[in-house]
């Protein structure tokens, strides 16, 4: 047997083995009496028909579950029929715990399932994942104390046909522990990303090697958070508006009031488990993936995710978590991305929620390789 076919088989066996190390983690409790009801809140048809969906018209905002704890939001299941291009961007999540009035999860409904340019694709991680057709599914445990609240806003300029959706959770008699983090996810973008030069023909130019970023200045920064908590993971898409490979840049994550980070990098396509640009073909695993990989040319497309769901970032006081865009950012491609987290509350400010223009993926006129503009 040569090395090459010898390395193959391990990796394979290896993957395999952590794959169904975790499906029997789930498998294992199933003897174990749990001390909830299960409660379901969804579309279906009040009167007992097949109607089983709700419309959302244009600056409608749509409740989907508002219900007192305390209690576990365990699943979500979304499916939308609307002809309106790029609904995956108009229709904004958001998500409240314990009666607060800044919600806790606030993205675009698509970003949230990791599809962050607006189109459906298919992929299968352990929190989230897309089946076919158009089935968008949550996996992330969400804990609450007196109350949640989810809502779906359709800031797009069409009627919503049907918002189909069944959300699970689990109700408890007694209150949850004082320890109990709350789940967050917030989405952020840069159209474009700015980079420091265009001055430039390759990524491997003298100048873009030599430039140096000890400490994260311009970077892409997916999370800014405050309180104590642990970060489980990213979804990102990136739209480029320059030639060559877009994953250059090193992820950097900065713990409590850090100016230089403890966590530091190698490259995007390192951080995100694939390598070499994640060579000739997309994948989704439990806990990385590249399910949509372009070709590294302007207008090309890609999306991926990273879930720490083995050992979570842990912070006492902050968190900023970043990647570069390009090396020490000098490229100034388009980024798109949901962070998703846990921590104490109340959470710090959020980000603007940008406008729906602004959202709508574009190529912009930034120069450099493949983009005309000086």
């Not at 508006?241 to 950097?252: I, Y």
Request: glycine share 10%.
């Amino acid at each position: 047997m040569s090395k090459a076919t010898l390395l193959v088989i391990l990796v394979v066996c290896g993957s395999a083995i952590a794959q169904r190390g975790s499906r029997m983690g789930a498998l294992s409790s199933l003897s174990e009496f749990h001390d909830y009801a299960q409660k379901r809140v969804s579309s279906h048809d009040r009167s007992g028909g097949n109607a089983d969906f709700r419309q959302i018209a244009p600056g409608e905002t749509l409740t989907l579950l508002n219900e007192p704890g305390p209690g576990v939001i365990t699943h979500i299941w979304i499916t939308i029929a609307s002809p309106e291009q790029y609904h995956l961007k108009k229709l904004v999540l958001r998500v409240y715990w314990d009666d607060e009035v800044t919600p806790s999860v606030e993205t675009p409904i698509g970003d949230f399932f990791g599809l962050g340019l607006g189109d459906y694709f298919l992929y299968e991680s352990i929190p989230l994942a897309v089946g076919s057709e158009m089935a968008l599914n949550s996996f992330f445990q969400m804990p609450f104390q007196k109350q949640a609240k989810i809502t779906v806003s359709n800031e797009g300029n069409g009627k919503v046909e049907a918002f189909y959706f069944n959300i699970d959770y689990q109700a408890y008699k007694q209150p949850l522990t004082t320890e109990t983090l709350y789940f967050h996810a917030q989405y952020r973008q840069a159209t474009p990303a700015k980079g420091w030069t265009n001055e430039w023909k390759a990524n491997d130019d003298v100048m873009i090697e030599k430039q140096q970023n000890l400490n994260g200045k311009d970077n892409y920064v997916w999370l800014e958070a405050t309180g104590r908590g642990q970060f489980v993971g990213v979804t990102m898409s990136v739209l480029q508006n320059q030639d060559g490979w877009w994953g250059e840049g090193d992820d950097m994550f900065f713990i409590d009031g850090e100016t230089k980070p403890s966590i530091n990098g190698t490259g995007a396509e390192d951080y995100f488990l694939g390598a070499w640009g994640f060579g000739k073909h997309a994948f989704s695993y439990e806990m990385f993936g590249a399910p949509v990989k372009g070709e590294e040319r302007v207008g090309d497309r890609s999306s991926v995710y990273r879930f720490h769901l083995d050992s979570p970032i842990t912070f006492a006081k902050s968190l900023k978590a970043s990647i570069e865009h390009g090396h020490a950012n000098h490229r100034s491609d388009n980024y798109y991305s949901v962070a998703y987290w846990y921590q104490t509350e109340p959470h710090g400010a959020f980000p603007r929620l940008p406008s729906v223009e602004e959202r709508t993926p574009r190529i912009y006129a930034v120069g450099g390789p493949g983009n005309g503009a000086k």
